[in-house]
């Protein structure tokens, strides 16, 4: 088959619901028509996790083009896929009349990769979906600048050429670990890809076995509405780890307390205490800038350190206080004891330095979670909705000076960036910094924003060293049915827990 051919995901219905009808039974999940696959929607909603437990190769490319293609089109056209690379995966099992070519030679280098790519494009072929294996061709940081520098536009300008409008490819790529190179290879494949295709999702494989990860970056034959960044590694400044960090982690949150739940968003003391442990001793001091209702900073005390907070909330200032109290309750710690070794101050991040209490104050760790831009203000979220109907707070302040309530993306960027240079002035020599934050969505775009301050912050005009990231990966929250039967849109439960040095 060559040449354009129409784009017919708006035809169709699910197989489960085809299934039904022919046996004369009512479909038992009604719903919108399947315009993108064959899949019951119970199984559409297992792919929608933005992390998954890597077993396979033949069963990532098996769930891969069953999710982004189905067997057949309404005209009886079947579709086709083009997957390269994969030279250690098997035989996977693809069902119905789907056609696969599959090239396993020529993912050795990019230049390969961009003539196999070129060859099809050259016979005028299309394709329902494409999956590109680039673990071997991006291998080193040479490689790596190489690509971003000189062959990234080329190369998504073939797999759009390549894609039939509006559908969806895959490029699989590693995150490096290790002491020699640590530069986030996928960060700067996916930023590098605006220009030609629209950045649609990442998804992140957890290979256990070794503690390492490698990422699926899903692009969609569209225009991206954020600009293209050509980010080398020359563009991150990089130190050593104290000690080796984990990939990623799964803490169990337990039940918040009533009073926790005023805060709309609150991270697991278990996550925390991990970072404590590897990057502080007791009798340390422990800055959190955004305390929140002070999670961080009871974590801190709980394993013999010091901690000190600053809130803009005045309802969150008295909701950490109580929970100070209740933790550390008299009889174990008198209350001027307590005082001096765990406090929070209300006050503005954007204006540590003029807060009287923590003048000439040295932390030798920081950690907090900015708010998320301001994706708490969308109204029509499921979260949102059930927090209204338990009357609590769905943001953090009516305060205009909150960064939260900031419309503007670039405005809020620049807001982040400058808390963390004032917390760089607090911070000891030594000191680290984790940042606890995630991508997310907004008006159906892409927003990188834990790419994009890691990449502020760690730049060559930034004020630390980047030192790693480990995943927060949130296996216990429910995953929500988005896009079901018209588009991949993926449910991101995992968090970047960015860890940088203080650069002297």
Not at 74 to 98: C, K, M, Y
Not at 173 to 180: A, H, I, L, R, T
């Amino acid at each position: 088959m060559s040449g354009k051919r129409v784009d017919e995901m708006k035809l169709g219905r699910s197989s489960e619901e085809e299934a039904h009808r022919a046996d004369g039974a009512k479909p038992k999940r009604p719903g919108p028509p399947n315009r993108m696959n064959d899949l019951p929607y119970r199984e559409w909603m297992k792919f929608q996790k933005s992390f998954f437990r890597h077993e396979s190769w033949d069963r990532l490319i098996s769930e891969c083009v069953h999710f982004f293609t189905k067997s057949v089109w309404s005209d009886g056209t079947p579709s086709r896929s083009l997957l390269v690379g994969f030279e250690e995966a098997g035989q996977p099992e693809i069902s119905g009349r789907r056609e696969v070519e599959w090239y396993r030679d020529g993912s050795r280098s990019t230049s390969r990769l961009i003539q196999k790519l070129r060859s099809r494009a050259d016979s005028a072929e299309v394709y329902d979906f494409v999956l590109v294996d680039m673990r071997d061709a991006l291998h080193d940081p040479r490689a790596v600048d190489e690509f971003i520098a000189d062959s990234s536009t080329t190369f998504f300008s073939l797999l759009r050429d390549l894609l039939v409008p509006g559908r969806y490819c895959g490029v699989v790529v590693d995150m490096p670990e290790g002491p020699e190179y640590r530069f986030p290879v996928p960060w700067a494949v996916a930023l590098s890809a605006r220009g030609q295709v629209r950045l649609r999702d990442e998804k992140i494989g957890l290979v256990e076995d070794d503690d390492r990860t490698f990422y699926t970056l899903y692009f969609q034959a569209d225009d991206d509405r954020r600009s293209p960044q050509a980010v080398t590694s020359n563009g991150l400044q990089v130190s050593k780890a104290p000690i080796p960090l984990p990939a990623w982690l799964m803490p169990k949150s337990p039940p918040r307390k009533r009073a926790e739940k005023w805060h709309p968003a609150k991270f697991p003391e278990a996550l925390i205490e991990t970072f404590l442990l590897a990057f502080t001793s007791e009798g340390d001091l422990v800055l959190d800038p955004m305390a929140g209702t002070g999670s961080a900073l009871i974590a801190a005390r709980q394993l013999g350190r010091k901690g000190v907070g600053v809130e803009l909330n005045p309802d969150f200032v008295g909701i950490a206080r109580d929970r100070f109290y209740e933790s550390f309750p008299p009889m174990l710690y008198p209350p001027d004891e307590l005082a001096s070794t765990l406090r929070v101050f209300e006050g503005d991040a954007t204006r540590l330095r003029e807060i009287k209490e923590l003048q000439g104050l040295r932390a030798q760790y920081c950690v907090t979670s900015p708010p998320y831009w301001s994706v708490l203000h969308n109204r029509g979220s499921e979260y949102q909705r059930g927090r209204r109907q338990r009357d609590l707070p769905t943001v953090y302040s009516t305060e205009s000076r909150d960064i939260g309530n900031m419309q503007d993306y670039d405005e809020f960027l620049d807001a982040v960036c400058g808390i963390f240079s004032g917390v760089g002035d607090m911070l000891d020599e030594h000191g680290l910094l984790t940042v606890v934050v995630k991508n997310l969505k907004r008006k159906h775009v892409m927003y990188t924003l834990a790419w994009d301050l890691a990449f502020r912050l760690c730049g060559p005009g930034g004020d630390y060293d980047y030192v790693g990231s480990t995943l927060w990966c949130q296996d216990d929250v429910g995953i929500k049915p988005f896009a079901v039967g018209t588009h991949w849109v993926s449910n991101i439960l995992h968090h970047y827990c960015l860890h940088m040095a203080r650069r002297s």
